[in-house]
């Protein structure tokens, strides 16, 4: 569940001010356990192994281009922010730094991807999403040793309690929104559970951790840096610790590309009227990855990429699609399957799922707080 947003919430938390940033963390993690509470009901009603196929079930075939669009995007986003991370990596080291620009850094981490990216078969590299994990501990060691050292090149900005920019202001609620953001895997993991009741103790238990960390992550990096820490917490990080995290970091995400690619390969050529051969495997893989490294340098910044697809493809997925499904499980009849209490089809609907007053709140908030991070995202685009 932990991703790269994690690096750009302390200067998100920063601008914004410790007040309001924890208010948006506390809004964001109930609506973290009542959306994915909500979706999983609605899958465990149709016996939905997949996301998509939730979507399916209740809105139809045409859902699933809506889906592989929303990913293909996303990946793009994704791609494009390994290789901002990349380019910070690196680029901070003096040696790299006096030889290389950061795009330059950029289109080598572009060029090392496409070979990696190419094979088909990549159970062999998933074990690649632990590394980039512990990549995210070493960084959070990386500040621990600053902070206790007193490395900090400069004075450190006071941390205050209210606003104090705009633009990191309005980037804290999708930020943070994207951090919650583990639907996708989350219904996969429903199916592997005995127990089905569990999951609500497995939601808690994520976005309790979840919560924590990020939570020990940001206050210990402005404690360290102050509140002028850089978008990418990775270019604050001082000495030999620092230096080791980010090696760890900018690898990793370069060796995790294949991860994304794929799926978002196998989509277009899902889409698309082209033929699945090898030509067109490195055709569309070098297309990809060199429109991502075009995004990558519109962007610019890695809070900038993060704030973006946190506030479009994330909340679609996290914040919008469970508050249609929502409103859909509470309008349409059960599967006749399904056992009915006394002639009433809403009494052996799961809670989330049964007409009511607060559920119809819920389902509401889902959406117009969806619009509302949609919102945000742009706004922060031109603050």
Not at 62 to 71: K, L
Not at 131 to 146: G, H, K, R
């Amino acid at each position: 569940m932990v991703g790269l947003a994690v690096l750009s919430m302390p200067n998100a938390a920063g601008g914004a001010g410790l007040v309001p940033f924890w208010t948006v963390f506390a809004v964001c993690f109930a609506t973290f356990f009542f959306s994915l509470k909500s979706f999983a009901d609605a899958a465990c009603v149709h016996d939905c192994p997949t996301y998509q196929a939730v979507l399916e079930a209740y809105i139809g075939k045409s859902s699933s281009y809506m889906m592989q669009a929303i990913w293909i995007l996303m990946a793009l986003m994704v791609i494009a922010s390994y290789l901002i991370v990349a380019g910070d990596a690196f680029h901070k080291f003096q040696a790299v730094s006096d030889v290389f620009s950061h795009f330059s850094l950029m289109c080598i981490s572009a060029g090392i991807m496409l070979p990696i990216s190419l094979p088909k078969a990549l159970h062999s590299v998933r074990i690649i999403s632990l590394f980039s994990n512990l990549a995210i501990v070493l960084i959070f060691i990386a500040i621990i040793a600053n902070w206790a050292q007193g490395d900090h090149d400069g004075d450190k900005e006071d941390i205050g309690l209210w606003p104090n920019d705009t633009a990191r202001t309005l980037s804290a609620g999708p930020l943070v929104a994207g951090g919650f953001g583990c639907h996708i895997n989350g219904i996969r993991g429903l199916h592997e559970l005995k127990n089905k009741d569990d999951f609500t103790k497995v939601i808690v238990i994520v976005g309790v951790a979840a919560t924590t960390f990020y939570s020990l992550f940001t206050v210990s990096a402005l404690c360290a840096y102050g509140g002028d820490v850089d978008g990418d917490i990775q270019k604050d990080l001082q000495g030999t610790p620092g230096g080791i995290a980010r090696v760890a970091m900018g690898t990793a995400v370069i060796l995790k590309a294949p991860l994304i690619l794929q799926p978002a390969r196998d989509m277009i050529v899902l889409l698309l009227p082209v033929t699945d051969g090898v030509v067109c495997n490195v055709l569309l893989t070098a297309g990809f990855i060199a429109l991502s490294l075009g995004f990558a340098f519109v962007l610019g910044s890695l809070s900038t990429a993060m704030t973006l697809l946190s506030g479009t493809c994330g909340v679609a997925i996290t914040w919008l699609l469970p508050g249609v499904i929502m409103w859909y499980a509470m309008q349409t009849p059960l599967p006749e399957a399904l056992p009915l209490v006394n002639d009433a089809p809403s009494e052996t609907r799961p809670g989330l799922l049964r007409p009511s007053l607060i559920n119809s709140a819920i389902c509401v908030w889902l959406l117009a707080g969806g619009v509302v991070l949609v919102g945000l995202t742009a706004a922060a685009q031109f603050a």
